[in-house]
T-cell receptor, first 110, second 113 residues
């Protein structure tokens, strides 16, 4: 089955700096890669996703890149703000199966 | 905006007791998932439904956990008897189709004493 590894487990940046979170997956059949943001006591919320036929996708300050050959994808957050502080999860999906990374706790210091 | 509803939000129980969680997916979403999330980890799939049918329950501890979605709409996850190690967040998610995004509910935080 699919195995998703996520790094780093914790990330601390200064407000205004960029943050990068990386994930690798094992199953080459995976074709959908969402990123979720989870705030304390809440369920994960989708912030951006990418499909295997696309190499990069951007939405304002958030971007995701996908390298199918290397089987890795990354989340990029630019101009970070304190409200970006949360736990971020990557996931890899094929058909109805979705596997999650262990999460990255991002702290943005004002 | 449509949301996945879950109740209760918090549940405290003693070990060996029975607990039940309820989920109402977004209207029209045929696929429903139950996940368990242990503190500091990502969600792990317990069971997946397509309409009223179980698609995947390979990770569901069937000796104590059960799940149903009788009419293919809302769903119930039950634990009987609860054990200390069951303390976790139980998340429900739904999806319209195979390649659409998955929406999560707010979760039920279970504490077993």
């Amino acid at each position: 089955g699919e195995n998703v590894e996520q790094h780093p487990s914790t990330l601390s940046v200064q407000e205004g700096d960029s943050a990068v979170i990386k994930c690798t997956y094992s199953d080459s059949a995976s074709n959908y890669f969402p990123w979720y943001k989870q705030e304390l006591g809440k369920g994960p919320q989708l912030i951006i996703d990418i499909r295997s036929n696309v190499g990069e996708k951007k939405d304002q300050r958030i971007a995701v890149t996908l390298n199918k050959t290397a089987k890795h994808f990354s989340l990029h957050i630019t101009e970070t703000q304190p409200e970006d502080s949360a736990v971020y999860f990557c996931a890899a999906s094929w058909y109805n199966d979705m596997r999650f990374g262990a999460g990255t706790r991002l702290t943005v210091k004002p | 905006e449509a949301e996945v509803a879950q109740s209760p939000r918090y549940k405290i129980t003693e070990k060996s007791q029975a607990v039940a969680f309820w989920c109402d997916p977004i209207s029209g979403h045929a696929t429903l998932y139950w996940y368990r999330q242990i503190l500091g980890q990502g969600p792990e799939l317990l069971v997946q439904f397509q309409d009223e049918s179980v698609v995947d329950d390979s990770q569901l501890p069937k000796d104590r956990f059960s799940a149903e979605r009788l009419k293919g709409v809302d769903s119930t996850l039950k634990i009987q008897p609860a054990e200390l190690g069951d303390s976790a967040m139980y998340l429900c998610a739904s999806r319209r189709g195979t390649y659409n995004e998955q929406f999560f509910g707010p979760g039920t935080r279970l504490t077993v004493l």
